[in-house]
């Protein structure tokens, strides 16, 4: 989950006292100087201040204390699809990962946003719940794949999604149903609205053979692990599939040579040209050029205009 904002970034002295505030004022507990290339899927970024809270109501308070103060924020989930830069950000990145809780009625689950996604789709496949097995093994939370439209294995979270919750830049808790035309390809009404938060939701699961969906959702599994998603630090795919292309966009990138070429220590992965991996110490600014490259030949070669799916935090 994330938005992206580039003017009036307050300064690291001022953020500094609007964190105190934010600590006062609406119960939030900060992280400091947490080291994003330790923390993030690609073991790269500089170090940020992260926003944490116990509770709805806390990080209402926050979001609206941040909007009405004028003080941009981010909203970070597990950072499985994300890239941060090598920077100091001043700017509080407000986390997700401390919402935890989920359950089951009848066919139906409810998760807040932080939940791990691959263990939503193990609990629920041993459970015999059908919906979510082809997300089995796949980083990020469940708040982000509803926010990108995750899909894999030719399935959308938005074929089970019934609702979700959300918090908006007032700080009120703000509900929508599912509605058909909202969602397509990697695409959520979640990403047109500027500063909202999910905080949780609601999917609608059917009944089927635990063991056959077990056995499914670690097929699922192996094919990332064939793929190489798991061999370095990476963000899963950088560009998004374009059917009017006829091929997914690795194979795309494989036919043009662009598998192990390579800017800094980052690495397009041996296995599929889709993935960059960071191999030796990678800076942001080695992703970013490897990625433009891609671009660059995939356009003069072929006429083909790439869309990333990687999101990029950088401020300026």
């Known amino acids: 989950m994330l938005h992206l904002f580039y003017d009036n970034i307050h300064s690291m002295k001022g953020n500094k006292d609007i964190f105190s505030l934010a600590r006062t004022h609406c119960g939030v507990y900060t992280d400091e100087d947490v080291s994003l ?8 970024g500089g170090f940020a201040t992260i926003i944490h809270h116990e509770s709805y109501s806390t990080l209402a308070k926050a979001i609206r204390f941040f909007h009405e103060e004028g003080c941009h924020y981010e909203i970070i989930g597990d950072t499985s699809n994300m890239l941060f830069a090598d920077i100091e950000y001043s700017v509080p990145l407000v986390s997700t990962r401390d919402l935890q809780q989920w359950s089951i009625y009848g066919t139906q689950l409810r998760a807040e946003s932080g939940v791990s996604i691959s263990l939503l789709a193990q609990k629920t496949s041993e ?5 979510l097995e082809n997300f089995f093994s796949m980083p990020g939370s469940i708040g982000g794949a ?9 399935s959308e979270i938005s074929d089970s999604l019934h609702t979700v919750e959300y918090i908006d830049t007032t700080g009120a808790l703000c509900a929508y149903t599912m509605k058909e ?4 390809y990697k695409h959520s009404p979640f990403q047109d609205i500027s500063g909202a938060c999910i905080v949780s939701c609601t999917l609608n699961l059917t009944k089927d053979d635990s063991n056959s969906l077990v056995s499914y959702a670690k097929q699922c599994q192996a094919q990332r692990i064939e793929r190489g998603h798991f061999d370095y630090p990476c963000a899963g795919s950088i560009f998004k599939n374009n059917r009017a292309f006829g091929s997914p966009t690795g194979k795309i990138l494989d036919t043009l040579g662009m598998k192990e070429l390579s800017v800094g220590g980052a690495r397009v992965s041996s296995k599929n040209a889709n993935i960059i991996q960071n191999v030796e110490n990678a800076r942001s600014q080695d992703v970013v050029e490897l990625i433009e490259l891609l671009e660059q ?4 070669r072929l006429n083909l205009q790439l869309e990333r799916e990687l999101e990029i935090l950088h401020v300026h």
């Not at 290339?37 to 790269?44: E, H, L």
């Not at 459970?127 to 919906?131: P, Q």
């Not at 509803?146 to 030719?154: D, P």
């Not at 030949?297 to 003069?300: D, E, G, S, T």
């Open 297 to 300: 030949v995939a356009q003069r």
């Open 181 to 184: 035309g909202d969602f397509f």
């Open 146 to 154: 509803v926010y990108m439209n995750a899909r894999c294995f030719g």
């Open 37 to 44: 290339g330790t923390a993030s899927y690609f073991k790269i």
């Open 127 to 131: 459970m015999g719940l059908k919906g």
